[in-house]
């Protein structure tokens, strides 16, 4: 089967979907709609604000659906009615089974780490809080728990001594942009691969938060590096200074 003839359904919000689409577009596949979140109130002025994903469909010509939940069956008719062959999943929501069965065959997710680690909604973050060498973006079969789907196929990167939370993040979202058209072909040639996750090694990628934010001089200068860099653009690593609190946003 040719790739470029499934209709596909993307599915994401932020910045890091973003190349994955645009790359998916400009290579000629068959993008059929993008879901993503509704319009939210950002900024002092509570403006409605755009995900990042709908901006970017809307400049493509892409059609966009915006459920506020997705069990509504309004939501799911207008899913059906774009008689998707395949769903493409990044950075969004956990999804109910209904809407990632749906597809003809099926659904991936592309994921911001070497999977089984890391698995949850801060991967690129945690990888270099603790200091990794390495990681990675994984293609994988959706599942009803977090990140745990078989692997189609996964790709690995040094981390830079000095590299940054966001420098990584714009590397790993152009990997994955190249690493899903593998994952199409795989699926359109019927033989997509299946691994399974060793759940004895998973480890789990929590949000970020302030909690985090404070410096500890008691800890190693190595901890301190990684916490500067983890820790960007939010909610960066923050030192008292004269009882003044100041954001550290380099080391280097």
Not at 45 to 56: C, N, P, Q, T
Not at 163 to 170: G, I
Not at 196 to 213: I, V
Request: charged share 20%; aromatic share 6%.
């Amino acid at each position: 089967m040719n790739p470029k003839t499934l209709r596909i359904v993307f599915m994401g919000t932020p910045e890091f979907a973003v190349p994955s689409l645009r790359r998916l577009v400009a290579e000629g596949y068959n993008v059929v709609g993008a879901v993503t979140v509704p319009d939210k109130p950002a900024g002092r002025g509570r403006h409605l604000r755009e995900s990042d994903v709908k901006i970017a469909a809307r400049e493509l010509g892409v059609p966009v659906l915006q459920p506020e939940k997705f069990r509504d069956p309004a939501f799911l008719d207008a899913l059906q009615a774009l008689q998707p062959d395949l769903g493409i999943v990044i950075a969004f929501k956990m999804l109910p089974e209904v809407v990632w069965a749906m597809p003809r065959l099926g659904t991936f997710n592309l994921h911001a780490s070497l999977l089984p680690e890391y698995r949850g909604a801060a991967p690129i973050n945690w990888a270099i809080l603790n200091g990794e060498a390495e990681t990675g973006v994984t293609i994988m079969h959706m599942a009803s728990e977090l990140d745990a789907g078989d692997i189609i196929c996964q790709s690995a990167t040094p981390i830079g001594e000095n590299e940054t939370a966001p420098e990584l993040f714009q590397r790993l979202a152009q990997m994955g942009a190249g690493l899903l058209l593998e994952a199409v072909g795989q699926i359109a040639d019927g033989r997509p691969a299946r691994v399974p996750q060793d759940t004895a090694l998973a480890t789990y990628a929590p949000m970020l938060s302030r909690a985090l934010s404070p410096i500890d001089w008691n800890r190693d200068a190595r901890s301190l590096h990684n916490q500067v860099r983890g820790l960007l653009p939010w909610p960066a690593a923050v030192a008292e200074f004269g009882g003044n609190r100041c954001k550290v946003l380099s080391t280097v």
